[in-house]
C-alpha cells in the first residue's frame, strides 16, 4: 500500500511541476520549430499523457487565422492529435481503454483577451475611453499571442499494465515538422528522459 501512494504522490507531483518546466523551455525556444514535448506518468493502472508543440510543427503556421482552408488544416489536426490509437501504439501484453483525450490550438494570452471581450460586452458603452485604452493594449497581447500551440491531453484506464514494453510514437507520420520529441516518464521503476525523432520512434520503459 505504501508504494501505491508513494507512486500516487508521485504521479500528482510531476503533473503538478512539468507543466511549468515546459513553460520555461517554451519561453527559451519559443522559435526553435521542430521542438516538441510529450510528458507521460503511469501508474498502477493509469496512463495519463500531455503533449505540447508550438502549432508551426503541426499546421505549417502559428498565427490567428480565420482563413478557411488554414482552420480545415487546424481542425484536422486537432482530430488526429486527439485519437490516441492514430498517435501512438502500446508494446506488451497489455489492454487500455482511453477514456480522456483532447487536443486544442492554444495562444499563451487567448483566455485573458477573451474574458476582456466578454466583459466589454457586458459593460457596453458606460466605460468607453476604458475601453478603447485597452483595445489599444490588446494589439500589443494580439502580437504576442501570434505563437500558438497545440496541447493534447490523454487518460488511458488499463489492465496487466506491468506488462508494458514500450510506447510507439506514429505522429512524425502525420506531422512531419516535427524533428524531435522530447519525452519525459514516470512510472514504478523511476524516471525516463528520452529525444525521439523520425528514425527513432519508440519510447523504451526497460521492462
Known sequence: MKSSTSMTMALAS?????????????????????????????????????????????????????DQQQLL???????????????????????????ESSANWVTEHEEGHEEGHEEG??????????????DHDDHGEVAKAEHAEFIAEYRLECNQLNNLAA??????????????LDVQVIYSEGQIKQELDVNNTRIKLGN
Open 73 to 99: 488544416l487546424i481542425k484536422q489536426a486537432k482530430k488526429n492529435l486527439s485519437d490516441f490509437d492514430t498517435i501512438f501504439q502500446l508494446v506488451g501484453d497489455v489492454s487500455c481503454q482511453t477514456v
Open 167 to 180: 510506447i510507439d510514437v506514429n505522429m512524425f507520420k502525420f506531422f512531419p515538422g516535427i524533428a524531435d
Open 14 to 66: 510531476l503533473m503538478l511541476t512539468l507543466p511549468s518546466h515546459h513553460a520555461i523551455a517554451s519561453e527559451l525556444d519559443a522559435h526553435e520549430h521542430g521542438s516538441a514535448t510529450l510528458d507521460i506518468a503511469i501508474d498502477n493502472n493509469t496512463i495519463e499523457m500531455k503533449f505540447e508543440s508550438p502549432a508551426v510543427n503541426i499546421v505549417g503556421f502559428e498565427y490567428a487565422t480565420e
Open 121 to 134: 460586452h457586458e459593460e457596453g458603452h458606460e466605460e468607453g475611453h476604458d475601453d478603447h485604452e485597452a
